[in-house]
Structures are given as C-alpha cells and as structure tokens.
C-alpha cells in the first residue's frame, strides 16, 4: 500500500506471532518498524534484520508492556528514534495459564490484567498524546488486538483472559469516538484460533490439531492472516472505518 511507504509503525510484543507478521507486512509496505519485546531477544535480533533487510528502519526495544515505566520508555524511545508514530498496533498480550474461574491464581489475574487492559490503555494513552491534531499531532490510526474469546468466553481455559480482551473491545468504541475529530481512526481486530507459539506458552501445545478442525473454515489461521486485517485498518482503504470490531475467526 504506497500510502504507508516512509510512515512509522509502532508494535506493542512484536517480535513473535501476530505482531512479527504485522511487522513484516507493514515493512513490505514501506513503513518503519518499531516494536517492544520483553524477553526473546534472539527473535527481536532477527526480526529486526529481517525488516531492514527491506529497506526500511526497524527498532526493538526491551520494555515491559505491563508496566508504565516500561510504556513510557518504549514511546520515548520511538519519540528519538522517528519521532511520532503515524501507526499504533496495540498487540502485546498474555492469556495466563489454562484454569477454571475456581482455580485461579490471584498473581496470574493480576499478571494478565497489568498486560492486557492497563497496558492497552496506556498504550493508547500515549498513542492519543502524540497523534491527536489537538495535541499538535497529524492524526493516525490505533489498532486494538481483541479475540473471539469476548463472544466464547473461553470456559475452563482462559475466562479470564476473554474477561481482559472484553475490555478492549469497550476501549475501542469509547477511543474511537473520543478523538474521530482529532484525526484518530481505532478499531480493533479479534482473531479466533490462530497458529502462534500463544498455545504452547499456556500449556496446551495441542490446541490447535483439537480445535482447528470444528472452526467453519477446517483449520485454524494464520499470523498473516491476521495481520492483513490489520493492515487493512491502518491503510487510508479504510479511511471511513472507526469503532470497528472485525473477526477473523474463519466464522467460529
């Protein structure tokens, strides 16, 4: 998309799965790339090579997400390095351990709230300061990560995870219209059963092979997948859409 080359991505927990497809996607476009990580610096490494090797300029930088300080750190280190950013993918996001709503770790809900609606709304927060044409910013587009869970609720597996990403669906009705005379489009995009690494990281490396065959479509999806809606949300394609919510689940 040529209205993208030379504008600035942001990527919150972009070095693997949805944020990594976006990141390359977006780079294909022409646009620079920052994303944060918190621990995988081997992928960072070289998902960074990969992104200059396309010409663009590409920055990691070590930050926790989950966290104001490490927030604040990431969009002031995008601040040096681009400036402000054009494009905001709130992506960075945890589903906890598999449990019931009974067995549930206190340490565990906190972890996945502190990622998932405080650093969302943080993030959108300082995405707001630096692209609202009423702070003296050009205007841009926020996209929010969701996930079919809001509709599922995800029972004796991650409640509390679909509990979280509920409340970005409610941040993104409200952002959107807060600020769509401040030259900011936010929509989010609410992947279903989608191959990333997020299966195993929870304990359930077999996730995908189980439910893949009963979504509609009869597989799972992909990162790319995904990140062509989100593409399609930050391009001037999609000029007129804000408060927008759009599943990509394969119809599950």
Not at 109 to 130: S, T
Request: hydrophobic share 45%.
């Amino acid at each position: 998309m040529s209205d993208m080359i030379g504008k600035c991505a942001l990527i919150t927990g972009g070095s693997r799965g949805i944020g990594a497809a976006a990141a390359r996607l977006l780079a294909a476009a022409g646009c620079n790339i920052a994303f944060s990580y918190v621990s995988d610096t081997a992928a960072a490494t070289a998902l960074t090579s990969d992104l200059e090797a396309m010409g663009v300029k590409a920055r990691a930088v070590k930050a926790d997400m989950g966290t104001e300080d490490g927030m604040l750190a990431f969009f002031q280190s995008v601040d040096q390095a681009f400036g402000a950013p054009d494009y905001v993918i709130n992506n960075a996001g945890i589903t906890g351990a598999i449990t019931k709503v009974a067995e549930l770790d206190t340490a565990e809900l906190r972890r996945v709230v502190d990622v998932n609606v405080f650093g969302a709304m943080l993030c959108c927060r300082e995405a707001v300061k630096r692209l609202s044409t009423a702070h003296g910013g050009r205007g841009g587009a926020i996209v929010n990560l969701s996930s079919a869970a809001v509709r599922l609720g995800s029972p004796n597996e991650f409640v509390h995870y679909a509990m979280s990403k509920g409340a970005i669906d409610s941040l993104t009705l409200g952002l959107a219209r807060e600020v769509a005379q401040e030259g900011i489009r936010v929509n989010a995009v609410a992947p279903g059963l989608i191959e990333t690494d997020i299966h195993a990281s929870a304990g359930a490396p077999d996730r995908l092979e189980r439910l893949g065959p009963g979504v509609p479509i009869g597989r799972a999806g992909t990162a790319e997948e995904t990140a062509e809606a989100i593409r399609w949300l930050l391009s001037d394609a999609a000029s007129y859409v804000t408060g927008a919510i759009l599943p990509v689940t394969g119809g599950r």
